[in-house]
């Protein structure tokens, strides 16, 4: 297991740029493969994007496809959400998560009861 810590949420207009990070305790960070989700209050968590332990594979879901970009460095135990062309639909509180030696595809469908998970940090855009 290993703890995840969010941060770099925050309030920003329609257009605007975010870039979360999320900081995992551990020394098998490697290991890991990362992802990002989603939830609004009263709907179901969604998932957002994710990265192989390996940081050779991506995946995201096509609504934000082609303007968030995730990446790790293993080195500083983060993942990154760049997040570019914000849209007001896009507000949420963003999660990380994390699921040893998981398939990108299998990290997309991840339970809230398996894996690791962060406590979340707010990303709201205003129109």
């Known amino acids: 297991q290993v703890q995840l810590v969010e941060s770099g949420g925050g309030s920003v207009q329609a257009g605007g740029s975010l870039r979360l990070s999320c900081a995992a305790s551990g020394r098998t960070f490697s290991s890991y493969t990362m992802g990002w989700f989603r939830q609004v209050p009263g709907k179901e968590r969604e998932f957002v994007a994710a990265i192989r332990w390996s940081g050779d594979i991506t995946y995201y879901a096509d609504s934000v496809k082609d303007r968030f970009t995730i990446s790790r460095v293993n080195a500083k135990n983060t993942v990154y959400l760049q997040m570019n062309s914000l849209k007001p639909e896009d507000t949420a509180v963003y999660y990380c998560?994390?699921?040893?030696?998981?398939?990108?595809?299998?990290?997309?469908?991840?339970?809230?009861?398996?894996?690791?998970w962060g406590r979340g940090t707010q990303v709201t855009v205003s129109s």
């Open positions: 998560a994390a699921r040893f030696m998981a398939t990108v595809q299998a990290m997309a469908v991840t339970p809230s009861d398996r894996g690791s």
